[in-house]
Nanobody
Framework: VQLQASGGGLVQPGGSLRLSCAVS????????VGWYRQAPGNERELVAF???????AYADSAKGRFTISRDNAKNMAYLQMNSLKPEDTAVYYC?????????????WGQGTQVTVSS
């Protein structure tokens, strides 16, 4: 199983970015997807999470600005980020809990850098 995150970049404050996460491999079901971020000197923190068939949950810092979504048919997850702030600067990681033929496991993408700066 592999997760490939993309869509990061440099954006001005107030701008928007859409992150994508492509999930591939031996996938029987994707039970949950999420986005985490890690800024320099900080621990990795949850940004948004959506379980299969459930409602999305957001960190307080993301509420009202970020939207997580998933396309089960395409094995894709997305994070739409609007009204970006400099404090959103971090490496963003996608996460998925996946049932494969062998096991239920937690998987991470490689991270994509988001920089919010004027």
């Amino acid at each position: 199983v592999q997760l490939q995150a993309s869509g990061g970049g440099l954006v001005q404050p107030g701008g928007s970015l859409r992150l994508s996460c492509a999930v591939s491999g031996d996938i029987r079901s994707i039970n949950a997807v999420g986005w985490y971020r890690q800024a320099p000197g900080n621990e990795r923190e949850l940004v948004a999470f959506i379980p299969n068939g459930g409602s999305a949950a957001y960190a307080d810092s993301a509420k009202g600005r970020f939207t997580i979504s998933r396309d089960n048919a395409k094995n894709m997850a997305y994070l739409q980020m609007n009204s970006l702030k400099p404090e959103d600067t971090a490496v963003y990681y996608c996460y998925a809990r996946i049932q494969s033929a062998w096991r239920m496991g937690d998987y991470w993408g490689q991270g994509t850098q988001v920089t919010v700066s004027s």
